[in-house]
């Protein structure tokens, strides 16, 4: 069974630039979570999508957006990128809508804003 | 709100046992996970505790105590491949915080030879 993924491995931005992180969750999930992996720093939440709807966003500004699909595959959109967003963004999927279900990640994409 | 503490880095040698622990302050979850982190790699998924005890999974095990806050990875027979960070993650109550896990620094292990 295929896992989660994500493309590309690496993006390479310069300040002001959109960047545009895509990912497929394992086949039957429904859920997809995006995260962010700043350098030193743990994993923080950003948003989750069930269904094509954004359930929950985590504390990040409005220029971080995105997107699920009818085949809930899902994209994340950086907007007016800032040198602080060079970061791994991680993207794991679940099963359903139980706060309980285990998240599987992929293996992330690796942005650096110049 | 939470708060996830680990210690940052663990030295440990080939064959041995250690212990990584991870401490939380919050205000309710429902379970504790641990997730293993090669540098590079994706997060992949070691344990889910729910109740308080040890879920004990090969090599691997995970221990729960709600109401002490604390939490522990328990490897046994330490490879050269379990050098890796650990990530410790809360999944908070429905009501308050769907769908995201919190999770701390990460405990990163070097086992040596």
């Known amino acids: 069974e295929a896992g989660v993924t994500q493309s590309p491995t690496h993006l390479i931005k310069t300040r002001g630039q959109q960047a545009t992180l895509r990912c497929s969750p394992i086949?039957?999930?429904?859920?997809v979570y995006w995260y962010q992996q700043a350098l030193g720093l743990g994993l923080q939440f950003l948003l989750w999508?069930?269904?094509?709807?954004?359930?929950n966003r985590g504390n990040f500004p409005p220029r971080f957006s995105g997107r699920q699909f009818p085949n809930y595959s899902s994209e994340l959109n950086v907007n007016a990128l800032e040198l602080e967003d060079s970061a791994l963004y991680l993207c794991?999927?679940?099963?359903?809508?139980?706060?309980?279900?285990?998240?599987?990640f992929g293996p992330g994409t690796r942005l650096t804003v110049l | 709100g939470q708060n996830i503490d680990q210690p940052t880095e663990m030295t440990a040698t080939e064959g041995a046992i250690v212990q990584i622990n991870c401490t939380y302050q919050?205000?309710?979850?429902?379970?504790l996970f641990w997730y293993q982190q090669h540098a590079g790699e994706a997060p992949t998924f070691l344990s889910y505790?729910?109740?308080?005890g040890l879920e004990e999974k090969g090599r691997f095990s995970s221990f729960l105590s709600r109401s002490k806050g604390y939490s522990y990875l328990l490897l046994k027979e330490l490879q050269m491949k379990d050098s890796a960070s650990y990530l410790c993650?809360?999944?908070?109550?429905?009501?308050?915080?769907?769908?995201?896990?919190?999770f701390g620094q990460g405990t990163t292990l070097q086992v040596k030879p």
């Open positions: 794991a999927s679940s099963i359903g809508l139980a706060d309980t279900d285990t998240q599987y």
């Open positions: 919050t205000s309710g979850f429902n379970g």
């Open positions: 505790n729910v109740l308080d």
């Open positions: 999508y069930d269904e094509g709807e954004e359930r």
């Open positions: 086949s039957g999930h429904t859920s």
């Open positions: 993650a809360v999944s908070p109550l429905r009501s308050s915080n769907t769908g995201k896990l919190i």
